[in-house]
T-cell receptor, first 114, second 107 residues
Framework: ETGVTQTPRHLVMGMTNKKSLKCEQH?????MYWYKQSAKKPLELMFV???????ENNSVPSRFSPECPNSSHLFLHLHTLQPEDSALYLC?????????????FGSGTQLSVL | DAKTTQPPSMDCAEGRAANLPCNHS???????VYWYRQIHSQGPQYIIH???NNETNEMASLIITEDRKSSTLILPHATLRDTAVYYC????????FGTGTRLQVFP
């Protein structure tokens, strides 16, 4: 148990569906992240939120829409996805600015787009 | 781009020490070396990090060369549950993961 919980664990959706991924951290951290991991590729940083404000967007297509209502919750809203968006989506949190800043990851959502 | 180079795969016998190398020849003076591992279909897990000095915790030891251009992660007594992909990362303002080393521990 890392203190970061992601739901759902698995998700299958069609290209015309709208779905949301949820992440919650119980660690009191001030920063949250979305990473994407496609098959046999390194993790790609998608979005960074610090104190609920988005501080990084790594050229992610607009069909991915993040939302951070507070420091403990992070969502990734999905709409009109493509089959190539099938991947493991990982949420992480950290205490940004800490001397020994470490990322704590959730178990991820395995997404399949049909 | 990742600032580290790691072998793509390694094998280790159960109970033996696993020594995972990492080259980071372009590391800057204030950049930390972090190690994470990822067991199949799970999120990465923090292992250890260091700046200049060698570090040890309950999971592993980290040996950093004096010139800081390379480091070695040591798992002193590898178990089957240590089979995972191990990532060596030079932390700038964020963590950028490379392809890592796939460690296979065999009985």
């Amino acid at each position: 148990e890392t203190g970061v919980t992601q739901t759902p664990r698995h998700l299958v959706m069609g290209m015309t569906n709208k779905k949301s991924l949820k992440c919650e951290q119980h660690l009191g951290h001030n920063a949250m992240y979305w990473y994407k991991q496609s098959a046999k590729k390194p993790l790609e940083l998608m979005f960074v939120y610090n104190f609920k404000e988005q501080t990084e967007n790594n050229s992610v297509p607009s069909r991915f829409s993040p939302e951070c209502p507070n420091s403990s919750h992070l969502f990734l809203h999905l709409h009109t996805l493509q089959p190539e968006d099938s991947a493991l989506y990982l949420c992480a949190s950290s205490q940004e600015g800490a001397t020994n800043e470490k990322l704590f990851f959730g178990s991820g959502t395995q997404l399949s787009v049909l | 781009d990742a600032k580290t180079t790691q072998p793509p795969s390694m094998d280790c016998a159960e109970g033996r020490a696993a020594n995972l190398p990492c080259n980071h020849s372009t590391i800057s003076g204030n950049e930390y070396v972090y190690w994470y591992r990822q067991i199949h279909s799970q999120g990465p897990q923090y292992i250890i990090h260091g700046l200049k000095n060698n570090e040890t915790n309950e999971m592993a030891s980290l040996i950093i060369t004096e010139d800081r251009k390379s480091s070695t992660l040591i798992l002193p007594h590898a178990t089957l549950r240590d089979t995972a992909v191990y990532y060596c990362i030079v932390k700038t303002d964020k963590l950028i993961f490379g392809t890592g080393t796939r460690l296979q521990v065999f009985p």
